[in-house]
């Protein structure tokens, strides 16, 4: 760890800029994370006092054309989710009938903090959160010789969006030191 790190860390009214996520991210899932993930850590960094901002620009474009203008800046490198139903039960009542499940959600990511002027790395964070709720998953409506069940992925959605804000908000609790 660089001795920067030692002697200096953010305090409320510091430019950070967010990094924008790499291209790597090739599959819709991640992404979808990492953009969650890092769009409530620019509004958490905001919440704390620091002019937190959309750096409109990777970590490489950054290095290549060395064209800074904070004082840090915040990376998310990787980031992993996982929601699926662990159990449920479905329920009718006449003609409608629904599927409750318990829905767990979980997020990780890897957020870097680094030092707006080297660009050399002050810190790294392996960030995790899970979030578990009892949710209505699917809907049905039917009769004797026809019954239709459609999902409700919206809430799942819902459930991980929930534990991605969570992994932002511990990343800028540990971005600002508190």
Same mark, same amino acid.
């Given at each position: 760890?660089?001795?920067?790190?030692?002697?200096? /860390?953010?305090? $409320?009214?510091?430019? &950070?800029?967010?990094?924008?996520?790499? +291209?790597?991210?090739?599959?819709?899932?991640?992404?979808?994370?990492?953009?969650?993930?890092?769009?409530?850590?620019?509004?958490?960094?905001? +919440?704390?006092?620091?002019?937190?901002? +959309?750096?409109? /620009?990777?970590?490489?474009?950054?290095?290549? !054309?060395?064209?800074?203008?904070?004082?840090?800046?915040?990376?998310?490198?990787?980031?992993?989710?996982?929601?699926? $139903?662990?159990?449920?039960?479905?329920?009718?009542?006449?003609?409608?009938?629904?599927?409750?499940?318990?829905?767990?959600?979980?997020?990780?990511?890897?957020?870097?903090?680094?030092?707006?002027?080297?660009?050399?790395? &002050?810190?790294?964070? +392996?960030?995790?959160?899970?979030?578990?709720?009892?949710? $209505?998953?699917?809907?049905? &409506?039917?009769?004797?010789?026809? !019954? /239709? !069940? !459609?999902?409700?992925?919206?809430?799942?959605?819902?459930?991980?969006?929930?534990?991605?804000?969570?992994?932002?908000?511990?990343?800028?609790?540990?971005? /600002?030191?508190?």
């Amino acid at each position: 760890m660089p001795t920067l790190a030692l002697s200096r /860390a953010p305090h $409320p009214g510091d430019r &950070i800029g967010v990094l924008q996520i790499s +291209d790597r991210y090739d599959y819709g899932a991640e992404r979808t994370v990492a953009r969650t993930v890092q769009s409530d850590l620019r509004n958490e960094l905001l +919440d704390m006092g620091f002019q937190a901002f +959309d750096a409109r /620009a990777t970590y490489d474009e950054l290095r290549r !054309f060395e064209q800074g203008n904070a004082d840090y800046y915040v990376e998310i490198v990787s980031s992993h989710s996982q929601h699926n $139903p662990v159990g449920g039960v479905g329920v009718d009542v006449g003609a409608v009938g629904a599927t409750v499940s318990v829905v767990v959600s979980r997020v990780a990511a890897e957020v870097r903090l680094y030092d707006g002027r080297t660009l050399e790395m &002050i810190e790294r964070y +392996d960030l995790r959160s899970q979030n578990t709720a009892v949710l $209505p998953t699917a809907v049905g &409506i039917g009769g004797r010789h026809i !019954f /239709a !069940f !459609f999902a409700i992925p919206f809430v799942q959605y819902a459930q991980y969006r929930a534990a991605a804000h969570s992994v932002a908000r511990d990343a800028a609790i540990r971005v /600002a030191g508190r």
